[in-house]
């Protein structure tokens, strides 16, 4: 392989991270496929890695969200070959199980480790190369008119924010608030105006972030200097809103979702919490006759779907691009992003 030994960002510690050499990713399975990365972007579930409430294994090769060429196939690989540029998609499936041949990896009963870079099973993308289990069924194509940037956040944050939306029932017409102007925030305010949304809610702490959701087609909520509940219940003549996507991941966000929504409202999150237990407001809830959705991205049934709006440019991932560094540069790309610092959104690593 080319490589021999690759640079890759290694997870020590919360807040130690570093770039290092380490051993090549090896095909590990005739189905399998070595990409070789060539742009990757940091998410917000890294930060969780990061900030260690999401604990990891020191070792671990980070990243979810990477595009590439394909660098080798295992015999059994049909529809990839060397040279191919393709997208790894954030949650990856065996391909064969019942719930794979839904298009549901999320449910896979054979991967043990379905999301790379977050364990030392399956190595991530913040790297030179990555393996990626079961190529035919997981890795798309992308077309060659569509440059690597154009088509890296569709990756994961894209279609997070469109599963958001899908999930949070949208009609035309409908009142919406998002909590979180990050990049799965934004993805999810501009899914929201896909599904028809006439007012969108913005409620985040970030000056810089409440100006770009602005540009996104939002109304601004800063929560520092005023109630998000009654901004949203002033808009809606005492109602609520029709749906609530919270985007980030916190206990006081998911209650505050469920505080915002009107009767018989939905509540759609897709905010990372590990907690097995939260205090969940079953009275309120109640008595709202409310529908709570909570998963993870879904992203087989998201790229048809986004895939044609980027083609046709009526979607531009690149306006979540702020800042771009090299792969050597990724512990420093991480404390900016960490830190939101420089109107830091979304840091695109290359090299
Ligand atoms: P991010 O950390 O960049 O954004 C989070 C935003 O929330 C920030 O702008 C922050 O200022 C804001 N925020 C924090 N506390 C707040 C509060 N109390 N009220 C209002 N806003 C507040 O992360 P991101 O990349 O945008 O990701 C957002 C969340 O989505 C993370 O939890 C991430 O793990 C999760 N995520 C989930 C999936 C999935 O499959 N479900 C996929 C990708 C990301
Ligand atoms: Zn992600």
Known sequence: ???????ALVFHAPHDVRVETVKDPELRDPNGAIVRITRSSICGSDLHLYHGSVPAMPGTVMGHEGVGVVEDVGKDVRRFRKGQRVLVPAVLGCGECEPCRRHYPVGCLVLPVKIPGISLELGGAQ????YVPAADA?????????GDEQVLFLTDILPTGYTAARNAGIAPG????VLGSGPVGLCAIEAAGLFGAARIFAVDLVPERLEKAREFGAEPIDARVQDPRTAVLEATEGRGADAVIEAVGSRDTFRLAIELARVGGVVSAVGVLFEEAFPFPMGTALLKDLTFRVGLVDIPSSLPRLFPLVRSRRLDPTRLLTHRMSLDEAPEAYRLFAERRDGCLKIVLQG
């Open 1 to 7: 392989m080319a490589f021999r030994r690759m640079r």
């Open 127 to 130: 790297a030179e190369a990555m």
């Open 138 to 146: 997981n890795l798309r194509e992308i077309p060659p008119e569509l």
């Open 174 to 177: 409908d009142t919406v608030v």
